[in-house]
């Protein structure tokens, strides 16, 4: 069955980097798009970036700063997050769609896989 298991989270400072991974198992992680998401206190869950082995979508507010990748190899998603913000905070997860096709930023009603989430913490 399809399992996705994030980790990377932490707490950092405003201007700096995590790094957060996504092991996929179950399937071949290239054959599906992926994205991550996040969602903070009170908010609801956004999309944050998706890829599959074409295309990367990216939300307005990440671009530039995020990046998503795929290790083929380790069967395992990639963000990396630079220059953090505190509007950053927020529980992130990682997410499959059923088939190769992504068609944008992610929303979280068309990916039927999700992991546990990783907890991200930027600060002032």
């Known amino acids: 069955q399809v399992q996705l298991v994030e980790s990377g989270g932490g707490s950092v400072q405003a201007g700096g980097s995590l790094r957060l991974s996504c092991a996929a198992s179950g399937y071949t992680a290239s054959s599906r798009c992926m994205g991550w998401f996040r969602q903070a206190p009170g908010k609801e869950r956004e999309g944050v970036a998706s890829r599959n082995t074409v295309y990367t979508y990216y939300a307005d507010s990440v671009k530039g700063r995020f990046t998503i990748s795929l290790d083929n190899a380790k069967n395992t998603l990639y963000l990396q997050m630079n220059n953090l913000k505190p509007e950053d905070t927020a529980m992130y997860y990682c997410?499959?769609?059923?088939?190769?096709?992504?068609?944008?930023?992610?929303?979280?009603?068309?990916?039927?896989?999700w992991g546990q989430g990783t907890q991200v913490t930027v600060s002032s």
């Open positions: 997410a499959a769609r059923g088939g190769r096709y992504c068609g944008g930023v992610p929303v979280p009603g068309e990916f039927a896989y």
